[in-house]
Each structure stands twice: as C-alpha cells, then as structure tokens.
C-alpha cells in the first residue's frame, strides 16, 4: 500500500479499512454475548487483570431514540477470582461531566442491589469513561484514580483486620470503592506501541492494525468495519457523525460564551471594586484635608489674638507651628 501521510505522527496508508467509532458501537451494535470479547479487551487493557463479561446490564445505552446524548454501558463481570464486578463505560459530553461520573457510579451501585439486600452485596465498580471531548487542563491522555484512605497525620493506610476480611469477603476498603479511569481520547498523538495505545489510536482514528494481537481490536476488526454495514446503517451512521460535529460546535460554542461571559463578568466586578476603593480613598483623603485646613484656620486665629495680645513672635511660633513670615502676614 502507498503511503498517505502522517495524522498526528502516525503513518496514515492508502486504502486502509474504515472502522465505526466505538461510542456508537458500543451504543448500537455490541449488544450480544458474541461481542463481549471486544469490551473485555478494553477493560483488560485498562486493569490489568483478565475478566469475563457475565451480561450487559439495563442503562440508558439501551434507549433508542438516537438524540439521547447519554450513552452509558453497564456491564456485569467477573474477575479472575470470580468475584462480580460492575463496569460502567461513559461517553457522553457533559459541562458538568465530573458530577456526572459520580452519579453514574453511585447510580450503577443501587440500580444493581436487590431490594432488602445487606451492604455486603455492594459491588466494586470501575467507571471508565471514554471522552471525546476536552476535559480540564492535563499533558496525559490517560488518568486513574481509587479511594485510599489516609490518615490525616500519620499519614499510613487504613488496613482492615483479618476478622473483618474474613467477615467482608474483601482484603482492603480499595476492593469495594469505586475505581475511576478517564481516558481523554483527543489528547493521544504518539505512535502506538502498548496495547492501550492501540486502543487509544482505534478510539480517535477509527484505525486497527491489520496484524494487531491485541484483545479486543482483533475481534473488532472483523465486528466493526465500515464497509461491512448495509447501505440503511451507513446512511444512519454517517447521520450519526454529522450530528457529533454539530455538538461539538455547540459545546465549543458554550466555553466560549461562558468565558466571555466570565470575563464581562469580572471586568465588571473589577471596576465596580476599584470604583468604591478610589471613592473610600477619596473620602479619606477629603476627610484628612479637612481635618489639616480645619487645623491651619484654627492656629491662624489663635495666632491672631496672641499677637493682638502683645505676645513674641517665639512663642506664637511655638504654640500655632507658624512661621515668623506667616505670622507677621497677619
């Protein structure tokens, strides 16, 4: 194949395979048990650990109406232990996308607890949340986070007894709070070496290596090739990306008159706090000129009747702080 050119330092080649995006995938098309494998690659990469999808749970990726801006994906799954675990994948574009990754996970938490259940059916649950939207100020593409507990002097790690691992089926609190992973697709452009970056250059450029080994790409491959949609699925996809580019206008659109607006704002807020600091400067500038003039008319009149009075120029002087020219003016 002939060589196209470079797209974000990466090798771009004539003729190469078209893929779907994976937000709309994952939305519309990776419902059934014959396509877990390519979620599963994504959260092994991710994790670390090999899991296995038991089912896709019941969320808002299930509604059908195609403006639904939310698109999240449960999915119920063991790890290598056989431990259950809820994985929650987020793509949607939000102002307000940090409270949004909280509710979800707490959301996916008590959607899933069967009514009367004991806390200890609360299940770990790993938020990834897929973003092709720009996300708070960062030079990485990838951010992980989990709930330690510190102390606050002593700064160690609150461990847990063995009578209560024994009795809560967990070793540490980081095995029962949520985990959250944020993957800023927008922010990759370095050539794929890892696994992840693989999956990092499929999530932004739609591209999948014709020899990738990587779990999950290799199913998607096969799963997610553009030319294999019928003419009907096409049409509805390619609606699908002119509708993205629209939101994304809209949002960009939003930042930017929300920061002009904030910018209006504290220009305003400025000039009304620099407008009553020169008016109480002014105020006690007039106020202290007062106090002097007032204080200079009143040693002139004194000084007046102390000359009327015959009494020396020194001592007018010492007492008004006149000087002989000005007292002699009088």
Same mark, same amino acid.
């Given at each position: 194949?002939?060589?196209?050119?470079?797209?974000?330092?990466?090798?771009?080649?004539?003729?190469?395979?078209?893929? =779907?995006?994976?937000?709309?995938? +994952?939305?519309?098309?990776?419902?059934?048990?014959?396509?877990? $494998?390519?979620?599963?690659?994504?959260?092994?990469?991710? =994790?670390?650990?090999?899991?296995?999808?038991?089912?896709?749970?019941?969320?808002?990726?299930?509604?059908?109406?195609? #403006?639904?801006? %939310?698109?999240?994906?449960?999915?119920?799954?063991? #790890?290598?232990?056989?431990?259950? =675990?809820?994985?929650?994948?987020?793509?949607?574009?939000?102002?307000?996308?940090?409270?949004?990754?909280?509710?979800?996970?707490?959301?996916?938490?008590?959607?899933?607890?069967?009514?009367?259940?004991?806390?200890?059916?609360?299940?770990?649950?790993?938020?990834?949340?897929?973003?092709?939207?720009?996300?708070?100020?960062? +030079?990485?593409?990838?951010?992980?986070?989990?709930?330690?507990?510190?102390?606050?002097?002593?700064? #160690?790690?609150?461990?847990?007894?063995?009578?209560?691992?024994?009795?809560?089926?967990?070793?540490?609190?980081?095995?029962?709070?949520?985990?959250?992973?944020?993957?800023?697709?927008?922010?990759?452009?370095?050539?794929?070496?890892?696994?992840?970056?693989?999956?990092?250059?499929?999530?932004?450029?739609?591209?999948?290596?014709?020899?990738?080994?990587?779990?999950?790409?290799?199913? $998607?491959?096969?799963?997610?090739?553009?030319?294999?949609?019928?003419?009907?699925?096409?049409?509805?996809?390619?609606?699908?990306?002119?509708?993205?580019?629209?939101?994304?206008?809209?949002?960009?659109?939003?930042?930017?008159?929300?920061?002009?607006?904030?910018?209006?704002?504290?220009? $305003?807020?400025?000039?009304?706090?620099?407008?009553?600091?020169?008016? +109480?400067?002014?105020?006690?500038?007039?106020?202290?000129?007062?106090? +002097?003039?007032?204080? #200079?008319?009143?040693?002139?009149?004194? $000084?007046?009747?102390?000359?009327?009075?015959?009494?020396? %120029?020194?001592?007018?002087?010492?007492?008004?702080?006149?000087?002989?020219?000005?007292?002699?003016?009088?």
């Amino acid at each position: 194949m002939k060589k196209e050119g470079t797209k974000n330092g990466k090798v771009m080649v004539k003729g190469k395979n078209k893929y =779907i995006r994976f937000d709309w995938a +994952a939305k519309y098309m990776l419902r059934s048990k014959a396509d877990f $494998a390519i979620f599963e690659g994504l959260i092994n990469v991710l =994790i670390g650990e090999k899991i296995e999808i038991v089912e896709l749970l019941e969320s808002e990726s299930n509604q059908e109406h195609r #403006d639904d801006k %939310f698109n999240r994906v449960d999915i119920k799954a063991k #790890d290598s232990q056989g431990r259950i =675990i809820l994985v929650e994948i987020q793509q949607s574009r939000e102002l307000d996308y940090l409270q949004r990754m909280l509710y979800g996970v707490a959301k996916t938490i008590t959607e899933h607890m069967g009514k009367g259940m004991s806390y200890e059916n609360v299940k770990k649950v790993y938020s990834i949340n897929i973003l092709y939207f720009d996300l708070g100020e960062g +030079a990485d593409y990838l951010y992980h986070r989990q709930t330690t507990l510190i102390g606050v002097h002593t700064k #160690d790690t609150l461990q847990l007894t063995q009578h209560e691992q024994d009795d809560l089926h967990v070793v540490t609190p980081e095995d029962v709070f949520p985990e959250y992973f944020v993957i800023r697709v927008n922010e990759f452009n370095k050539l794929a070496v890892t696994p992840l970056e693989e999956w990092l250059e499929y999530l932004k450029d739609e591209y999948i290596r014709p020899d990738t080994k990587v779990p999950g790409l290799m199913e $998607a491959r096969e799963r997610l090739e553009y030319l294999r949609m019928s003419e009907e699925e096409r049409r509805v996809y390619d609606n699908y990306l002119d509708t993205l580019v629209r939101d994304t206008d809209v949002m960009k659109t939003k930042l930017l008159e929300a920061e002009i607006q904030g910018r209006k704002q504290g220009e $305003a807020k400025g000039l009304a706090k620099g407008l009553a600091k020169g008016l +109480a400067e002014g105020r006690a500038e007039g106020r202290a000129e007062g106090r +002097a003039e007032g204080k #200079d008319q009143a040693n002139r009149e004194n $000084a007046r009747k102390m000359k009327a009075d015959g009494m020396s %120029f020194e001592l007018i002087s010492k007492y008004t702080s006149l000087s002989k020219e000005e007292i002699e003016a009088l």
